[in-house]
């Protein structure tokens, strides 16, 4: 099937098996692997990309259902070059350590800063609750957050 | 006269990571994310039952799927493929072989059957459930108590029955003490199966070039050069013609530190095919053919006098080893006898092992590797004794630890603990936690029918693995350091970091001891043809043993630089200086020069310093002369409502003493995962088979991984008491955090549960079994 979408704000076409999820469309015929797979049952939120704005796993959404969408990708959340704040205080706060969950984690932060500028640690770990870090007890991450909000308050 | 230079402190400074940029952004490589023109891709048929004979293997609807190009049973690589290694054996061990594709029996669910390759992933999954394969379902030994009983079915029809080895160490008189013991408390503990869950699955992508006859594999390993030797001996190749490449590592935890069946099936077939052949793990096979941690079950006695001393710890424990050994699946047991005697002074000691197989994926190496298990079976025994003898549990302890005057410490089961004071980390633990205030919060509690409960864990954990003669051979780590002619410096390691950050820490030892900056430092590791032969990242030996290598090269390096420099300011090499990227002579900094310019001068001088080759390039193989031994206390407050059997974590304290620190930051991180997942043993995690031997939890919705709810906000401190071992005065981080706290939490939970009588609930403490626990009284 044919589909046409935005990633990274870029529209581009593919032609796709019905049945394709979209992380293989956007790792195997986009090459942008900066999106992982950890589990295949929208369990670990490792393959989170936002999707139209909302996060989405992209282990189970089929590529065609992204037909017309607009899709970020990790390797989207920069902007000209300069990192997003999340990103910043990832690094900033060690808010990782095998980096293998990072992407989905860095974009579901992005999606609960959105709605709430400024939450509290509680509300931020069950806004992370959908994302499984095997690394860092997640508390760094937490940090990294919490940072990454008052950055974007400024 | 002019001022030396000021040189900034790396070591010891909360640096940020190098390897972040590239992770932040998506823009790392992980083994799926090297996409090779042509690739083929590999799936793998896996046998659904615990154990059954194979009939027959009907291959013929796969082949003539779309895309496929090659489709695999055992009869085809029949003499092809060696077996997958193993080692750490112990005398007399039953060493089944284990073969890369099952041919008349299959022995764990999950065991491979046959191998289909396809151009594409898609493609290569369908064609994999065209294959038919006839099973005959027979018994499957799944309870490792009953399997270990005579009579039992078998895993392996050529022995007479599923005991794998026996092992013990035993020191002084354990007979004697338990008689002569005012008190002896006894306990059957379980310490069950769990799954290392490295977030990214294993994963092999292989391509060999025949022209040069060049194999290539990048492989999601702890330990490329072994998968580099096995593997070129199992497909029959020099190891010089192949090369492996660990590129992102999404988490290890032990798992990773195996030579896998599928590393020499991807290698093998991409030699027949002639194009690169991909073979990625999914979830559940991750459960299923990745090995577990744990698996213990034990009977414990412990003989105590009535002012505390304990004289006495006997463990007799039945080891689950799985269908076929891993690589280090029997040498992990033995850990746990070394390190029986915790940090106390117990002078009889005895570890019985008996190693029982059953038909399952092995259990091998996860993080803490069988001292978890010592740590968790000595620290839930003070706590059964204090309740015992009315003791406090943290003055049990206490009266019990070495004084910090008495190391090096020998240990009965034979061990020289380096330094240590552990009074010190279980008094910093008491006071940062209020110990005595918790105590009365409990109190309190009790009469309004609140049930907070206290839980303690003291423990001494063995790093820094090791020395070679206690390995049965490499444990020493590499290192190369060269200064390039432009001034840069570039580190090879023969560790393998996958997420602990050592491409910052080994930039921070080199910057600091050249005098440049942590910038101009690269770090390479994990590629076979480009770092000298190494070891490997496990057992916490990455720092201690590895950086220690790093350390020792760059002194190498910097002695030879200094000839260099004092040949052109016409000074003694002893008194060259290196700070702030500027070499000079010490006793008059006014002769100073740019250290690139130094570097140089290494690659071009004519004439040369005397007795001096051209070049900076420096190797050093160390050799620990002993283990290190960090340790630390872990206090945990928890809530428990007995009507619902839910744990809730109030405080977490923890003070750890790994030795001198290099970076606090990364430090702080491994701690906090390695509570995480210390806790999550503790709280939920557990691998469930059903009587046929297969798992039904094998899936991350079903198997309880910690979330970010699970845990407070942590209170760490670090005490330093640097060890001896090795010149960095470090003991090694990775492990300490998990093997601390699941004693601390299980026996915070029973510690609230005593109003109802409760002594010991087996892990993982879960709601259903606190709510059984508390049944009787609650009534
Ligand atoms: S891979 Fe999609 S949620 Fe885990
Ligand atoms: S950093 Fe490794 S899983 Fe999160």
């Known amino acids: ?154 | 006269m002019a001022k030396a230079p000021e040189a900034p402190k790396f070591i010891g400074s909360p640096i940020k990571r190098r390897d972040d940029p590239r992770l932040i952004q998506g823009l790392a490589h992980y083994v799926d994310d090297i996409q090779l023109p042509d690739t083929l891709h590999l799936a793998i048929v896996r046998s659904p039952y615990g154990s059954a004979a194979i009939k027959g293997v009907d291959t013929s609807k796969a082949e003539e799927a779309p895309g496929v190009v090659a489709v695999y049973t055992a009869a085809d690589l029949a003499g092809k493929i060696g077996p997958v290694p193993v080692a750490g054996l112990v005398p007399d061990a039953k060493v089944p072989t284990q073969p890369i594709l099952a041919s008349d029996q299959a022995k764990f669910a999950g065991e491979p059957v046959a191998a289909v390759v396809a151009d594409s992933r898609y493609g290569a999954s369908d064609a994999a459930n065209l294959i038919e394969v006839d099973y005959e379902a027979r018994d499957a030994v799944v309870d490792l108590e009953k399997a270990a009983l005579p009579g039992s079915p078998k895993v392996h029809d050529e022995y007479d029955d599923n005991i794998a080895f026996k092992w013990q160490l035993a020191a002084g008189d354990v007979d004697k003490g338990l008689k002569e013991a005012d008190v002896v408390v006894k306990q059957r503990i379980v310490n069950g199966r769990v799954a290392p869950i490295a977030l990214e699955p294993r994963g092999v992508v292989a391509h060999y070039l025949p022209g040069e006859d060049k194999m290539t594999i990048w492989t999601s390993t702890q330990v490329p050069h072994k998968v580099r030797t096995f593997v070129a001996g199992q497909i029959g190749m020099n190891e010089n013609r192949v090369r492996v490449i660990t590129p992102e590592v999404g988490g290890g935890f032990g798992s990773k530190l195996n030579i896998y069946r599928e590393e020499a099936l991807t290698a093998y077939i991409t030699r027949e095919l002639g194009l690169p052949v991909k073979w990625i793990e999914s979830r559940s096979e991750n459960f299923l053919a990745t090995i577990h941690g744990r698996g213990q079950v034990g009977e414990v006695e412990m003989g105590l006098m009535k002012d505390g001393t304990v004289t006495t710890v006997r463990y007799k424990v039945l080891a689950d080893c799985g269908a076929y050994y891993q690589l280090l699946t029997v040498a992990i047991f033995t850990l746990t006898g070394l390190m029986l005697p915790g940090p106390y002074k117990i002078q009889n000691v005895d570890t019985d092992v008996t190693g029982v197989f059953t038909n399952k994926i092995a259990t091998d190496a996860y993080r803490g590797a069988g001292r978890p298990e010592a740590t968790y079976v000595l620290e839930r025994m003070m706590d059964i004794a204090a309740a015992e003898l009315g003791m406090d549990p943290a003055e049990l302890r206490r009266k019990n630890f070495p004084d910090k005057s008495e190391f090096p410490f020998p240990t009965a089961a034979g061990l020289s603990y380096d330094s240590g004071d552990y009074h010190l980390t279980l008094d910093k633990a008491l006071e940062n936690a209020d110990y005595a205030d918790m105590r009365r919060e409990q109190e309190e509690g009790r009469k309004n029918g609140r049930y907070l409960g206290v839980g303690l864990s003291t423990y001494v954990e063995i790093c820094g693995m090791g020395p070679s003669a206690a390995m049965g051979g490499q444990g020493w780590e590499s290192a190369r350091v060269r200064v390039e002619p432009g001034g840069k410096v570039t580190v090879f390691s023969g560790a393998s970091p996958h997420g602990q950050g050592q491409e910052t820490t080994f930039a921070q030892i080199v910057a600091d001891g050249l005098g440049v900056p942590v910038e101009d430092v690269e770090v390479i590791h994990g590629d076979t043809d480009s770092v000298p032969f190494g070891v490997g990242t496990f057992g916490s030996r990455g720092t201690a043993v590895g950086g220690a290598a790093v350390v020792i090269a760059r002194d190498k390096v910097r002695d030879k630089m200094a000839k260099f420099a004092a040949m052109k300011f016409e000074a003694a090499a002893s008194d060259i200086d290196f700070a702030g990227g500027k070499v000079f002579v010490g006793s008059a900094p006014e002769k100073s020069a740019d250290f690139a310019e130094i570097a140089a001068m290494a690659y071009t001088a004519v004439p040369l310093p005397p007795d001096t080759e051209p070049g900076l390039e420096e190797t050093h193989f160390f050799e620990p002369p002993n283990f290190t031994f960090p340790f630390g206390a872990h206090v945990v407050l928890v809530e428990v409502d007995p009507e619902t059997g839910v744990v809730k974590i109030l405080r977490y304290i923890a003070v750890d003493d790994v030795g001198n620190i290099i970076n606090p930051l990364l430090v702080e991180g491994q701690i906090h995962g390695g509570i995480a997942q210390g806790t999550g043993q503790a709280l939920e995690e557990e691998m469930l088979y059903d009587s046929g031997g297969q798992p039904i939890n094998a899936s991350l919705m079903h198997y309880a991984l910690p979330k970010s709810t699970l845990l407070p906000r942590m209170e760490l401190e670090s005490t330093v008491t640097p060890t001896d071992v090795n010149p960095l005065g470090a003991k090694g981080v990775g492990e300490a955090g998990t093997i601390g706290s699941t004693p601390a939490v299980v026996n915070a939970v029973i510690d609230a549960l005593s109003p109802f009588g409760v002594r010991h609930i087996d892990m993982p403490v879960r709601p259903e079994r606190i709510w059984r626990a508390t049944a009787e009284k609650r009534a």
Request: proline residues 3%; glycine residues 10%; negative net charge.
């Open chain 1, 1 to 154: 099937m044919e589909i046409s979408l935005s990633i990274n704000g870029g529209v581009r076409s593919f032609d796709v098996e019905p049945r394709t999820l979209l992380v293989h469309l956007l790792r195997d015929e986009a090459g942008l692997t900066g999106t992982h797979i950890a589990c295949e049952t929208t369990t670990c939120g490792a393959c989170t990309v936002l999707m139209d704005g909302q996060a989405v796993k992209s282990c189970t959404v089929l590529a065609v259902q992204a037909d017309g969408a607009e899709v970020t990708t990790i390797e989207g959340l920069a902007e000209n070059g300069k990192l997003h704040p999340l990103q910043e205080q990832f690094w900033e706060k060690h808010g990782l350590q095998c980096g293998f969950c990072t992407p989905g984690m860095i974009l579901t932060a992005a999606q609960l800063l959105e709605r709430n500028s400024d939450p509290s640690e509680e509300e931020i770990r069950h806004g992370i609750e959908g994302n499984l870090c095997r690394c860092t007890g997640y508390e760094h991450i937490v940090d990294a957050i919490q940072a990454a909000a008052a950055d974007m308050k400024k």
